[in-house]
């Protein structure tokens, strides 16, 4: 059967090109009959999606060291098939990406841009606008209006050598603003990509840029009303309430599926379901009416409420489907109808246009910074949020397939700007914004460091309700007293699900606005009991962080470095231990949070292994004074040793506590640091001699060989039964006393003696606390800089 296929966008029935193309059915019946499967639509749609999805992730895989963002690897995924490179082969381009596939491409594609901008409008809180402030609200307007009236004297200054289509008055605005305005959706995407949605400078950004979407909103709704005739724009406009009205009746619906969802359970999907058809049915209406198909898919997400239960579901459900097999094909649609060659013939019309593109690029650039210098931001943390402020992306590609069927001349030459500038800009970002550079601080924050008789300052990290008690117990053995209490900032960690801008709640201070995170009531209660039986020893405040993993560690050192902490204590999931691989625990944020907080926190760490009948103590009454807790402590040498040790001295002085510290070293000082050396002698000694009359602390020092012969001094010790074993975790240790060990141990966050101890039955039934000091990391070497350039915590 023969078709006719018209190739020519938006021409009409005269002006397009028609190709006659035979077509066969959907399904062959097999190569082994003769039959070329690439006659048949289905196999080929197949190949085609395998092929661009391949090239897609390829790139994404050779561009990530580099720190492309996703966007850039989809782009040039498209372009590779297209006539630019793939494509100039006659036969691939006739037989694997024939014409018809183009229609098939866009419309699949379409159907994942749209989607794509309501799990967008899913993931923004429409009312962070209402607390945006005044430099939020300055970068986001200033950041549009001066580039907009910049591109927009350029077109008016050179209107006569444009195309005719780009002299019309709505076209020039339109096309003033989308390159004016940055949009939500673009820079969300990218920030997450690098890290950065917890960081002073994204969430800056991602205020900014609530307020740029606003104004591309309504840009983008004039534009479509002003380029048409008046009794036209007045349908349009009555659609567009129209539309409004049927979100709002979405909206009350959706409220009343998050009230009927009973609390921490989840959405019931056949709710989830009926949501995404309704996405249909709001694209159907906004296409027919006259809107642009992308605008009221994005007003409906923005009337999903926010977070769990609903947003989750709906993220979750959708958020991978959409973004890596339904829009490859709008990026191969764009591929296919990019050619950098025909630029060659167009100069005259790409060079306006292109000259456009720059100007206003590097006036945003320009206007973001003088905005940031004014509100005294530093230069290099100015420079980056101006370049995060101009990012380009998804939606971009959309508004161009958009002027595409408007006959906008130039195609090729917007594609490949907003790949190049977006290339470009992206790791500039990383190499001039450091998240972690507030973190470097010179002054000493460490238990060895603390003067006596002085308020401790600690940062408890805590995931849920199980891990509570263990951190109670440690802190109650901690010894708090009149002469030094500690002052406890307990940080609940949740992780980001469905919205996008990270949220951090002072409970004490933010108590309204917040009440989705009841979770935390019952570990807040716990806490209260407790410093009710503690009296003025201990004093509690309480914050909970809901951000992504990979950005989580963050907002723990923030808060630590803000509170001026000494310690930062990490839980560390039982589970996740016994299972030795991320991909079966069930708390697998713990392991990258953790191992990004020992990297880069201002002050020391501990990281605690709840695991026994410690845990199971919860309170002493305290008419009982006898023993009923016995500590061990391992001194392998080195700061983080130091620190162990200095914080078992702090438990010594609790009454029901009975400690055992046990220095290992090696036979004949072989492979000892000198400097080292002396300053664990040094603190050794004074630990000595303070409790040299305490009948309670037992010293006794080990001689060893190997790391066989720790390993045997350590089993040796399992004999006697403690609920705690202290141990450093690695830094300065003697190379001698783990030799032959390194290879074996798996938890990094814990250090070869602290993994041996809590995944062997040497401790069984006992908990073990891993201590590293503060490392300052302002004497880091700078050849370290590059490393952390690449490291997955740092972006």
Not at 709 to 735: C, F, Q, S
């Amino acid at each position: 059967m023969a078709k006719m296929i018209s190739v020519g966008g938006s021409q009409t029935a005269d002006q397009a090109l028609y190709i006659c193309r035979h077509s066969h059915g959907t399904h062959p019946r097999g190569i082994f009959y003769g039959e070329n499967p690439l006659d048949f639509s289905f196999p080929l749609l197949l190949l085609d999606a395998i092929i661009v999805i391949f090239f897609i992730r390829s790139f994404h895989f050779l561009l990530k060291p580099l720190k492309q963002p996703h966007i850039v690897s989809k782009i040039l995924g498209g372009i590779i098939i297209g006539p630019s490179v793939l494509g100039r082969n006659r036969a691939f381009a006739k037989n694997v990406f024939p014409d018809n596939t183009s229609y098939v491409f866009k419309n699949i594609g379409l159907i994942g841009f749209v989607y794509f901008l309501f799990l967008s409008g899913v993931k923004m809180d429409i009312t962070a606008i209402a607390k945006t402030g005044k430099k939020q609200l300055s970068i986001g307007l200033i950041g549009v209006l001066v580039p907009f009236l910049t591109v927009l004297s350029i077109m008016i200054a050179t209107r006569k050598t444009l195309d005719k289509e780009l002299t019309r008055v709505p076209v020039m605005e339109g096309i003033a603003s989308s390159f004016a305005v940055t949009t939500f959706p673009v820079l969300y995407q990218v920030i997450k990509e690098l890290n950065l949605l917890s960081s002073e400078v994204g969430k800056l950004a991602m205020s900014s840029v609530m307020v740029s979407d606003c104004v591309g909103v309504v840009c983008m709704v004039i534009f479509e009303v002003a380029r048409l005739e008046t009794i036209d724009a007045l349908w349009v406009l009555i659609s567009f309430i129209g539309i409004a009205a049927v979100i709002g009746g979405f909206w009350k619906a959706m409220v009343w599926i998050v009230k009927s969802t009973p609390e921490r359970k989840p959405v019931d999907p056949s709710y989830v379901v009926w949501i995404f058809l309704a996405v249909m049915v709001i694209a159907f209406l906004s296409d027919v009416s006259g809107l642009a198909v992308a605008n009221a898919p994005l007003w409906l997400g923005l009337a999903v409420p926010a977070g769990p239960p609903l947003g989750a579901a709906l993220v979750e459900g959708a958020d991978t489907l959409v973004t890596d097999v339904f829009m490859p094909f709008s990026y191969a649609f764009v591929g296919m109808y990019t050619d950098v060659s025909s630029m060659v013939g167009q100069w005259s019309s790409v060079v306006p246009l292109f000259l456009m593109i720059l100007a206003a690029y590097f006036t945003k650039v320009v206007t973001v910074l003088v905005v940031a210098l004014f509100f005294q931001m530093t230069v290099r943390d100015g420079l980056a949020l101006s370049l995060v402020m101009s990012l380009r992306g998804q939606v971009e590609i959309l508004i161009f397939m958009h002027w595409m069927d408007l006959e906008v001349p130039s195609f090729t030459m917007l594609i490949i700007s907003t790949t190049v500038l977006t290339a470009i800009a992206t790791p500039l970002i990383s190499i001039l914004y450091d998240p972690t550079r507030p973190y470097k601080v010179n002054k000493r924050r460490a238990i060895q460091y603390t003067p006596p008789n002085t308020e401790l300052h600690i940062v408890a990290c805590i995931h849920d309700q199980e891990s509570v008690t263990g951190f109670l117990n440690l802190l109650q053995v901690s010894n708090p007293s009149a002469s030094s209490p500690l002052a406890v900032y307990a940080l609940r960690l949740i992780e980001l699900v469905g919205r996008a801008a990270p949220v951090f709640v002072d409970h004490e201070q933010q108590a309204q606005g917040f009440e989705q995170y009841s979770g935390f009531n019952p570990v807040h209660n716990a806490l209260k009991l407790f410093q009710e039986s503690q009296g003025d020893y201990v004093k509690f405040n309480l914050f909970t962080t809901v951000s992504p993993t990979r950005t989580m560690y963050q907002d723990i050192c923030d808060l630590a470095l803000t509170k001026k902490a000494t310690l930062i204590i990490l839980p560390y999931n039982k589970e996740c231990l016994e299972t030795r691989t991320e991909a079966a625990c069930p708390q697998i944020l713990l392991r990258s949070v953790n191992c990004c907080v020992l990297a880069h926190a201002p002050c020391s760490v501990g990281v605690l292994v709840d695991n026994g009948p410690f845990r199971d103590n919860i309170i002493v009454n305290s008419t009982m004074r006898q023993i009923t807790h016995r500590f061990a402590v391992l001194f392998l040498g080195g700061a983080d040793a130091r620190e162990a040790i200095a914080f078992a001295d702090r438990m010594a002085g609790n009454a029901d506590v009975l400690l055992t510290a046990i220095r290992f070293l090696s036979h004949n000082n072989e492979g000892d640091d000198e400097m080292e050396k002396k300053l664990d002698d040094g603190l050794v000694t004074w630990f000595w001699v303070k409790n040299e009359g305490n009948k309670r602390v037992v010293y006794r020092e080990v001689v060893v060989q190997n790391g066989e012969e720790t390993v045997a001094a350590i089993r040796a010790m399992g004999k006697d039964y403690y609920d705690l074993w202290i141990v450093g975790r690695k830094n300065g240790i003697n190379p001698v006393l783990l030799q032959g060990l390194s290879n074996w141990s798996q938890n990094n966050e814990l250090g070869v003696i602290g993994d041996f101890i809590a995944s062997t039955d040497v401790g069984s039934g006992a908990s073990v606390l891993v201590v590293q000091q503060q490392v300052l990391r302002g004497k880091e070497p700078a050849s370290r800089g590059l490393l952390r350039w690449f490291s997955s915590c740092s972006y």
